[in-house]
């Protein structure tokens, strides 16, 4: 079994920052890709931030300068440095993650999701 979860949301008045964390841990053989997906009341669930195994980043346009996605030092971790925050950014933010798991192969595993609250 894999598990992943999140931490790190709550309110913040527009322009504050907040840090999302999330780790993945259980029967993994390869964590391919892990990301940040947000979901707004009525609204479809979008990326906003993902990073690969190698590093390699890429950012919805609406956060990009705001926002930053990096890996802890174990690689099973992500976290979202949200920097600038806007009431638009409020969400319920998911962590993604693409995992290689021995017998399944690969599959995609979410968060159960981090509430969000910019405020005016």
């Known amino acids: 079994q894999v598990q992943v979860v999140e931490s790190g949301g709550g309110l913040v008045q527009a322009g504050g920052s907040l840090r999302l964390s999330c780790a993945a841990s259980?029967?993994?053989?390869?964590?391919?890709?892990m990301g940040w997906y947000r979901q707004a009341p009525g609204k479809q669930r979008e990326l906003v931030a993902r990073?690969?195994?190698?590093?390699?980043?890429n950012y919805a346009d609406s956060v990009k300068g705001r926002f930053t996605i990096s890996r802890g030092n174990a690689k099973n971790t992500v976290y979202l440095q949200m920097n600038n925050l806007k009431p638009e950014d409020t969400a319920v933010y998911y962590c993604?993650?693409?995992?290689?798991?021995?017998?399944?192969?690969?599959?995609?595993?979410w968060g159960q999701g981090t509430q969000v609250t910019v405020s005016l």
């Open positions: 990073i690969t195994s190698d590093d390699s980043t």
């Open positions: 259980g029967s993994i053989i390869r964590i391919n890709r």
């Open positions: 993604n993650a693409d995992i290689y798991r021995l017998g399944p192969g690969r599959v995609d595993y």
